[in-house]
């Protein structure tokens, strides 16, 4: 198994410019995460799907947006990039929300700079 | 060596000796608690987890304690390594969220090992 995978590892974007970050699981969880880390400010849930076709709002969304069309893909997308979105991103998924454990397992990150 | 939450952000320990982190979590509904491990340019990966039932847990080399009156989750490291050194997150799930729980995370503290 690979577990979460993300795609690309890094990136580097002009202000405006748009792109698609790809993360894939294949734990076939329900539960896919997307959150960036900042120095200092610890992981914050940008959004969130707790199955196929559904995708959810968490704490810091603006300025991206998300699909998940497929199970096993979560995709996140910046339509304009700023310099305020320069930061790690984290995928990851989990089996249950419902019913313990809560365990969230991660992808190795997408480290994206915007100038 | 001894860390204090959020309070004290970085820890720094002697090869051999005994590491204790500690996380002051937020909501006293919170029924289950996760520490992970941030290696440098990795995600976040699970160490040990805890329900609120139980005041302690052992896995291997580490020790999550649990103390429910003050609010309190330590994460004890025997005889640390230098493959410890990370930033260390502890994340809560609290038990009033409805069917889909969501992990609230901490802010984490860096341990670095000195050999």
């Known amino acids: 198994n690979a577990g979460v995978t993300q795609t690309p590892k890094f990136r580097v974007l002009k202000t405006g410019q748009s792109m698609t970050l790809l993360c894939a699981q294949d734990?076939?969880?329900?539960?896919m995460y997307w959150y960036r880390q900042d120095p200092g400010m610890g992981l914050r849930l940008i959004h969130y799907?707790?199955?196929?076709?559904?995708?959810a709002k968490g704490e810091v969304p603006d300025g991206y947006n998300v699909s998940r069309l497929k199970k096993q893909n979560f995709l996140l997308g910046l339509e304009s990039a700023a310099p305020s979105q320069t930061s790690v991103y984290f995928c990851?998924?989990?089996?249950?929300?419902?019913?313990?454990?809560?365990?969230?397992?991660f992808g190795p990150g997408t480290r994206l700079t915007v100038t | 060596g001894e860390s204090v939450g959020l309070h004290l952000p970085t820890l720094s320990v002697q090869e051999g000796d005994n590491s204790i982190i500690n996380c002051a979590y937020s909501?006293?509904?919170?029924?289950?608690f996760i520490w992970y491990k941030q290696e440098s340019g990795k995600g976040p990966q699970f160490i040990i987890d805890?329900?609120?039932n139980m005041d302690k847990r052992q896995g291997q080399r580490v020790t999550v304690l649990l103390n429910k009156t003050v609010k309190h989750l330590s994460l004890q490291i025997a005889a640390t390594q230098p493959g410890d050194s990370a930033v260390y997150f502890c994340?809560?799930?609290?038990?009033?969220?409805?069917?889909?729980?969501?992990?609230?995370w901490g802010l984490g503290t860096s341990l670095a090992v000195n050999p």
């Open positions: 990851a998924s989990s089996y249950s929300e419902e019913l313990p454990p809560y365990e969230q397992y």
């Open positions: 734990m076939n969880h329900e539960y």
């Open positions: 799907s707790v199955g196929e076709g559904t995708t």
């Open positions: 909501n006293s509904a919170s029924d289950y």
């Open positions: 805890i329900r609120s």
């Open positions: 994340a809560e799930t609290p038990s009033n969220a409805g069917n889909n729980r969501k992990l609230i």
